[in-house]
């Protein structure tokens, strides 16, 4: 890939692309402020090399597609999709979002571990996202900390806003979007059959959450190797380390994890709605008190006493009443 160029200081419609905020693989990502009124957006540019490449430019566009055929609250709007040309003649493809303030979650989990409610309050709005996505019949395909925003609503400080929809598949949309075997993903959060370039469906999306939750609770990954081969080959063939082998999990929890962690699909949970449903029935289990094995049998010993003592007066009073 060519060095990104920048574009701090041109314009994209109304917008004019104050200073750069964010910069991956595919694209640059800007403040746009409106010429006119002021207001603030996110705009992704996509890397003017890529921007040559017919394939990546329809994945951007499925991007946008996606990303507006599902509305939630828990998934980022896309205000424009578009395409224009600079003064050298350069193609420019860009998505304008709205601009939320926060912090993704891979730049939380760069601070450590977080706590099972802050990770289960994450997982149950990215889920409840996911599973208005896959209703849609779109398969988002590439969940990482790096695509779930933290942002500010009200008072709740850990808002999911779900991003980048760059590798999403919908049933709907008719064009190839892939070359048949070519792998779609980030490797650390692919299923078995996403790394084995297989047909997926929205349990793959369950797995790569189901990894993210590892990664929140435990501060590493179940499978992260020295090159991308070796993490795929890891995906479709290591079992995963009990997250509880790197900090204490309630068991409840950690078999919710270790079910969305199955390398066969018909293993693991069915939908988002059951992980979700499984994972707030584990949590309130594992907040149970629990009684020890000996302390209930002292218990049981003593409502024996009890109950037989009990017997024995009501047994002398019969006999007195029949004296």
Not at 31 to 45: L, P, T
Not at 177 to 193: R, S
């Amino acid at each position: 890939m060519e060095n990104a160029r920048s574009r701090e200081g041109e314009s994209i419609g109304n917008y004019r692309l104050v200073r750069a905020i964010g910069r991956g693989s595919t694209g640059t990502v800007y403040i746009g402020e409106h010429a006119m009124i002021g207001q603030r957006v996110a705009i992704k540019v996509l890397h003017d090399d890529l921007a040559r490449d017919g394939e990546v430019v329809r994945r951007m566009f499925v991007e946008a597609r996606a990303a507006s055929a599902v509305k939630h609250d828990n998934i980022v709007d896309v205000l424009d999709f578009g395409e224009r040309r600079d003064d050298d003649g350069h193609r420019i493809i860009h998505i304008t979002m709205p601009l939320y303030s926060g912090e993704s979650l891979s730049a939380r989990l760069a601070r450590g571990p977080l706590s099972l409610d802050e990770a289960a309050h994450i997982v149950d709005q990215a889920a409840r996202a996911l599973s208005a996505c896959h209703a849609a019949g779109v398969i988002h395909r590439d969940i990482t900390p790096d695509h779930i925003f933290l942002t500010r609503r009200g008072c709740d400080r850990r808002f999911v806003k779900l991003l980048d929809f760059g590798a999403a598949r919908q049933k709907t949309v008719s064009m190839q979007i892939t070359q048949p075997g070519a792998l779609v993903g980030t490797p650390e959060y692919m299923a078995p059959e996403q790394c084995a370039a297989r047909p997926v469906d929205g349990r793959a999306d369950v797995y790569a959450l189901g990894i993210v939750l590892y990664q929140m609770l435990t501060g590493r990954l179940p499978f992260s190797k020295w090159s991308a081969a070796e993490t795929i080959a890891a995906q479709l063939d290591e079992p995963p380390p009990p997250p509880s082998r790197y900090r204490p999990i309630p068991a409840e929890v950690e078999a919710v994890i270790l079910r969305c962690l199955q390398k066969a699909p018909d293993a693991r949970f069915p939908s988002m709605d059951a992980f979700r449903a499984a994972l707030r029935v584990a949590i309130t289990r594992s907040e149970q008190p629990r009684v020890k094995p000996e302390r209930r049998h002292r218990r049981a010993l003593i409502f024996a006493l009890v109950g037989a003592a009990v017997g024995a007066v009501a047994s002398c009073a019969l006999l007195l009443n029949h004296i």
